[in-house]
């Protein structure tokens, strides 16, 4: 059985809500998630996965949380050559860089060696309505498609 790690940081629970809808649409792939908070998680740990999912909010005008930012630091020194990745996170429209902590961890994935393998997801805070939590189950089963085609 494949298994992957699904990491997300969230404050107000707007990226978990996606995290989950996420990880059930795996599960109906069968493939094992292991689903944890990113904050304090030891990043070695991500070789030992067929694939890798991060999820994040954005803080303020484009930061990553604070609580994250010695894990992407970090993220940055594993070897994850070849190793199927995708992002996803939550944030505030109202401010110029939207969603970019998507954008910071495609950055780093790319520099460890990863492969972005779908498009980053972003969503104004939780997914709130049909389309919202469809956008999740399709990240995931695009996410489900390109890992069952590289391993």
Not at 22 to 38: C, F, H, Q, T, Y
Not at 43 to 71: A, Q, R
Not at 121 to 144: D, G, I, V
Request: with cysteine; net charge negative.
């Amino acid at each position: 059985m494949m298994r992957i790690c699904l990491l997300y940081a969230s404050m107000s629970g707007n990226t978990e809500d996606m995290a989950i809808i996420i990880k059930k649409e795996l599960e109906k792939e069968e493939i094992e998630v292991v689903m944890e908070e990113m904050d304090g998680y030891e990043v070695e740990k991500l070789t030992e996965f067929n694939g890798l999912i991060l999820g994040s909010y954005t803080w303020g005008d484009g930061d990553l949380p604070y609580e994250v930012e010695e894990f992407e630091e970090e993220l940055v020194n594993v070897n994850l050559t070849r190793i199927p990745a995708a992002v996803f996170g939550s944030g505030d429209r109202i401010y110029p860089s939207y969603c970019e902590a998507v954008a910071i961890f495609e950055e780093t994935l790319k520099k460890a060696g990863a492969v972005l393998v779908c498009n980053g997801l972003k969503n104004e805070f939780e997914p709130k309505n049909e389309a919202e939590k469809e956008a999740c189950r399709h990240f995931a089963q695009q996410f489900s498609i390109a890992l069952k085609e590289r391993v």
